[in-house]
């Protein structure tokens, strides 16, 4: 059972447009999280966090928004720029950071 | 301090080898993580250090697999009896005392033939 969905595997968008990547979890005891960018043969790299207290974090061109009440999140990169092409994680902690949950991912490609 | 670094970057072995990878964490960093990546999924948890105390463990980690971290400075994540399943990329990752951002090493993949 994926307590964290990305339904989206791959997502294409236009140089100077805006990015939106979508999550949605369905742990209700999740109060925060991770959005990460993962270039091939490299690790993740740490992007933005939110914590369930709020509902919106800027972060120069990266917004996270979160929806608690439909436990949906949002990553959206404006403008979008060829380098943000990678894989797109999210993932929440429930218990203070002890254990993270990742989604699947999704792959965005910029175009120029 | 050039980040999480993590040895072998690559590790071939054959099935029935047991196999051992390195972590050293960001030297200011408490907690360290371990995680294992297959393609196409997100990385999934597997253990948790707070300094030297293993203080979770998923129960994806299997009796074979074993971590420690002595002291609580690097982490070593040792796999017996390696299985063909086992085939994967093994992510470290550690953070600081009053942060949950995770800061990740380039990983260890590991086949089993």
């Known amino acids: 059972d994926q307590q964290v969905k990305q339904n989206s595997p791959s997502l294409s968008v236009q140089e100077g447009r805006i990015s939106i990547l979508n999550c949605d979890y369905t742990?209700?005891?999740?109060?925060?999280f991770l959005w990460y960018k993962k270039y091939p043969a490299e690790g993740p790299t740490f992007l933005i966090s939110?914590?369930?207290?709020?509902d919106k974090n800027e972060d120069g061109r990266f917004t996270v928004f979160l929806n608690k009440s439909a436990k949906h999140l949002s990553l959206h990169i404006v403008p979008s720029q060829p380098g943000d092409s990678a894989v797109y994680f999210c993932a929440a902690s429930g218990n203070y950071g002890q254990n993270f949950v990742f989604g699947p991912g999704t792959r965005l490609s910029v175009l120029p | 301090d050039t980040g999480v670094s993590q040895d072998p970057r690559h590790k071939i072995t054959k099935r029935g080898q047991n196999v051992t990878f390195r972590c050293d964490p960001i030297s200011e960093h408490n907690r360290l993580y371990w995680y294992r990546q297959t393609l196409g999924q997100g990385p999934e948890f597997l253990t948790y250090?707070?300094?030297?105390?293993?203080?979770?463990k998923s129960r994806l980690l299997s009796d074979r697999f074993s971590a420690e971290r002595p002291k609580g400075s690097f982490s070593t994540l040792e796999i017996q009896r390696t299985e063909q399943g086992d085939s994967a990329m093994y992510l470290c990752?550690?953070?600081?005392?009053?942060?949950?951002?995770?800061?990740f090493g380039p990983g260890t993949r590991l086949t089993v033939t």
């Open positions: 742990n209700s005891m999740f109060d925060y």
């Open positions: 939110i914590s369930s207290i709020k």
């Open positions: 990752a550690s953070t600081g005392q009053s942060t949950y951002e995770q800061y």
């Open positions: 250090f707070q300094n030297e105390a293993q203080l979770e």
